[in-house]
């Protein structure tokens, strides 16, 4: 059978599809009806909305890397809604139920799997939150519970019950918790842009913009500088510099986010199960890894380093968690940008400059709202700046008037 496979794979003519690929790159034009800076998953999902459901193709991605490569690469792959506003809780559910049925809407395998995530309460005060949370989850659509200790212990055996003398007294259960493949979800996004006329331009650097009047008439580029009808910001941890480009300020600090993931070993662990008390977050891959994750590194930095001082700390929780992964080889360690607001929510919609919108202000939560955001901020351009109420509350003019959506508790290993 190996060798049978080797043959295959090594025939001149390996069926493929013609179209799989993307297109070879080619020149910038002269104009574009919408610039959308940041080829990342939620660049490219805009661009792959604005394409199918509105009809506007003229459209260019412009990534100082490659595709996906940034923050969208540097995720956990963590997809959920358990969140703890109203408006929080009805943005990521409308994502949830979009990723869903992405395979189906690329004709392409984003390997999307339902796992549940279980958050552990350790004081009476966490689950009285984890109660309030619940009760937002269900009445907005969301399928969240409380759940007690021996429905913990039915759904994780080999859970500590007891980890570092913090006893797990409660969980919240939320079953639409998921993961799914993020470079799968940025390719397919990608793919279906590109097959209709978006042009991705990879290696292509924004340097500045030519604004006039308040409106932005060209953006500036390593490869030259071309017109636009608007502009659309995705760029994560970096929003704020390219804001500044722009001429505005943004509320917004950058930081590291690390996380890391061991050698492959027989499924034991299905849902995701995350500790704010301890600050950390564990899942299983599908091909048998162990992911860890937790908080923001404390101070703000544009360097994706990784470091021993994190790795220490976070696989000492892991292992509180779950004692007999202190066995386990480590693989790999990675490191994001998280671009933090103060409220640990998004900023979505317009700017200072009439004519610039934003996506920003992502945290660590950009890569579950991938799809909501390319289909409300292409709504948003479509209707040539008319804010979608789904995103209403997401304004940067929220930080002026004190009207702002607190998520601060709402990590799956609090920050």
């Known amino acids: ?21 993307l297109p070879k790159p080619t020149d910038l034009k002269r104009h574009y009806d919408v610039v959308i800076v940041g080829g990342g998953g939620h660049g490219v999902a805009t661009a792959y909305y604005l394409a199918k459901y509105h009809g506007i193709t003229n ?25 703890l506003t109203p408006e929080g809780v009805k943005f990521y559910t409308e994502s949830v139920k979009l990723f869903k049925g992405l395979s189906n809407e690329f004709d392409f395998n984003i390997m999307y799997s339902r796992r549940g995530q279980l958050t552990l309460a350790h004081t009476d005060s966490a689950i009285r939150a984890f109660r309030q949370r619940a009760e937002i989850n269900r009445h907005f659509g969301g399928d969240t519970e409380l759940i007690d200790p021996q429905q913990i212990r039915e759904l994780v055996p080999t859970l500590n019950m007891n980890p570092g003398d913090l006893p797990v007294l409660a969980g919240l259960w939320h079953k639409d918790g998921a993961t799914a493949r993020h470079d799968a979800v940025a390719w397919g996004y990608a793919k279906g842009a590109t097959q209709r006329g978006v042009e991705l331009h990879q290696l292509t650097e924004v340097t500045g913009f030519e604004v006039e009047n308040n409106t932005v008439r060209a953006v500036k580029t390593n490869r030259g500088t071309v017109q636009c009808g608007c502009v659309v910001q995705a760029v994560a941890g970096h929003s704020s510099l390219l804001a500044a480009k722009a001429g505005f300020r943004m509320p917004i600090l950058t930081y590291p986010l690390q996380a890391m993931v061991t050698q492959p070993v027989k499924p034991f662990l299905n849902p995701l199960v995350s500790s704010p008390a301890l600050h950390c977050y564990v899942q299983q891959t599908g091909r048998g890894e162990l992911v860890f994750g937790g908080g923001s590194d404390p101070y703000p930095l544009y360097n994706t380093r990784s470091t021993l001082d994190l790795k220490e700390s976070l696989l000492a929780h892991a292992v509180e968690l779950f004692p007999f992964m202190a066995n386990l080889r480590l693989m790999r360690q990675w490191t994001g940008l998280t671009d933090m607001t103060s409220d640990y929510s998004p900023i979505m919609g317009l700017s200072p400059v009439d004519n610039y919108y934003l996506d920003a202000g992502w945290g660590t939560w950009g890569f579950k709202a991938t799809p909501i ?11 040539g700046g008319k804010v979608p109420e789904l995103i209403e509350p997401f304004a940067m003019e929220r930080f002026r008037s004190f009207r702002q959506v607190n998520e601060m508790g709402a990590t799956a290993a609090s920050h």
């Open 59 to 83: 459209v260019a991605i412009l990534e100082k890397g490659y595709l996906g490569g940034g923050n969208t690469a540097r995720n956990t792959a963590v997809i959920r809604s358990n969140y």
């Open 1 to 21: 059978m190996p060798f049978s496979l080797l043959k295959y794979g090594l025939r001149d003519d390996y069926p493929f599809e013609k179209d799989a690929d």
């Open 373 to 383: 955001c390319g289909w409300t901020m292409a709504q948003l351009v479509a209707s």
